[in-house]
């Protein structure tokens, strides 16, 4: 049965090939992105192959953006009966330069260089409104279309940082805990009108974000690249094909009794213990 789906941060690689996947079994897409020209390309590669999507700019920290997003959504698809909370994403000023703090690093006059005492509360903060503020907002504009009706279901994006922390990135980390933390609250709080709630935990994929910190420009890895791989049983990285799966199952019919569950998608690295 064809559904009105909302995908936030859909301009982008794992979002946008979930919402291609998802228009493929006939449902109808809004591509939601702060880039409308992302969002538009997503939607007009959708409809070029017969599906039906429009694309929609959408600030996901602004609530009276999402609110216009929403009005034309509604006017154009329909109430929304399944929200894909995708847009997040980490910041520099979140991130300290080494993943141990040695002794002589605070003594470090190397530009740029942050320890755990450098790091700005302005991009923690930025990192931590993204990814958490930046899936309740949303949800409350939302999920409103959604009370009461059945089939319903919100999938707010984790990841693995939310079950062990990664070096280097405490922002970040902190900011999908509170993700897979909200998605548990979220699904109880939504149990008697008829909403589903649950998460995808990705592990390690390659997009535009993180290229650069685990590939070199010859396509090699870095160390960190090559110390994620090492700590993945699978010995690869995710493609974002590898999200479509899980998300069908959850959205549909098939997980009509699961909520309040974060499925890691990690190529084994969660249940590796390193030896």
């Known amino acids: 049965m064809s ?33 409308k020209e992302a969002a538009d390309n997503i939607a007009n590669e959708i409809n070029a192959d017969g599906g039906t999507a429009i694309g929609v700019a959408a600030n996901v920290l602004e609530k009276e953006s999402l609110e216009l997003a929403k009005t034309e ?105 509170a993700v897979s933390n909200f998605t548990q609250w979220l699904a109880v709080h939504f149990s008697k009108v008829g909403i589903r709630v649950n998460a995808l935990a990705p592990g390690f994929f390659l997009t535009d974000q993180n290229r650069s910190l685990l590939t070199e420009n010859d396509g090699s890895l870095t160390p960190r690249g090559n110390q994620i791989i090492d700590q993945t049983p699978m010995g690869k990285f995710g493609e974002p094909e590898d999200l479509v799966g899980t998300t069908l199952w959850l959205c549909g019919e098939g997980a009509s009794f699961v909520t309040g569950v974060v499925v890691p998608i990690d190529g084994g690295f969660s249940a590796y213990s390193g030896v």
Do not use: W
């Open 3 to 35: 559904k009105v789906i909302v995908l936030t941060g859909a301009g982008g690689v794992l979002c946008g090939t979930l919402a291609k996947a998802l228009a493929k079994e006939g449902h109808k897409i809004a591509v939601l992105d702060l880039r």
């Open 73 to 177: 959504v509604n006017n154009k698809l329909g109430m929304c009966e399944i929200l894909i909370n995708g847009a997040g994403g980490n910041h520099p000023l979140g991130t300290t330069s080494n993943p141990f703090l040695q002794a002589e690093d605070l003594m470090s006059k190397v530009e740029g260089f942050k320890t755990f005492f450098d790091l700005d509360p302005t991009g923690i903060q930025f990192v931590f409104n993204l990814n958490f503020i930046g899936t309740l907002l949303p949800t409350q504009v939302f999920a409103k279309d959604m009370v009461g009706k059945e089939g319903c279901s919100i999938l707010n994006i984790s990841s693995m940082n939310a079950f062990i922390p990664l070096t280097k990135i405490p922002a970040y980390s902190g900011a999908k805990a």
